[in-house]
């Protein structure tokens, strides 16, 4: 049987924006993951309220009533789940609008948390008598938790942007080379 040698084309040079298209969607990816982790906390967090009213063994958590922000962050869940689907459909304006509503659904109700726990938070580190208007939970002052818990989400909503952002500008620019 004689020898058959397989000829292979060499590869069109890939586009300089594939490479930062791959990086940002997977970087989309992950903070996507993340958020959906801290959301399942929020939503523990929230179901865990309404079902301490109605059983009582769950009473002992002493879990504190949901702020208005609380919910309205939940929204942003909804938010990354579209983003993620416009993100492997490589759609620019959709993935704008994504953007918007990130920075309304998910930042702005975590400034707002961050506003009302401020207080709280700046009594516990700076106020050295131990003044008693402190919200605590389990033993541990709940402004310091929701602080971190805030910080943490607004670095990955800060990513998600970012990777957006990048992603949005490599689409446009592949976009204007193929024309």
């Known amino acids: 049987m004689p020898n058959r040698r397989v000829i292979r084309r060499p590869r069109p040079a890939a586009h300089p924006a594939d490479r930062t298209i791959a990086i940002s969607k997977a970087g989309l990816r992950k903070c996507a993951l993340i958020h959906y982790l801290l959301g399942l906390l929020m939503l523990f967090k929230l179901t865990a309220f309404n079902v301490e009213k109605v059983n009582a063994a769950i009473q002992e958590l002493l879990i504190p009533e949901p702020d208005a922000w609380e919910w309205v962050w939940i929204a942003s869940l909804l938010v990354t789940a579209f983003a993620i689907q416009d993100c492997d459909k490589g759609d620019i304006a959709s993935l ?84």
């Open 96 to 179: 704008r609008y994504y953007m918007i509503f990130m920075v309304v659904l998910g930042i702005f109700p975590l400034i707002w948390g961050g506003t009302i726990w401020f207080s709280d938070a700046w009594a516990y580190l700076f106020a050295y008598d131990a003044p008693f208007h402190i919200v605590y939970w389990n033993g541990y002052p709940a402004g310091i938790i929701w602080y971190h818990f805030i910080m943490f989400t607004l670095l990955v909503h800060g990513f998600f942007l970012y990777f957006s952002f990048k992603l949005v500008n490599a689409w446009e620019a592949r976009n204007n080379h193929d024309e």
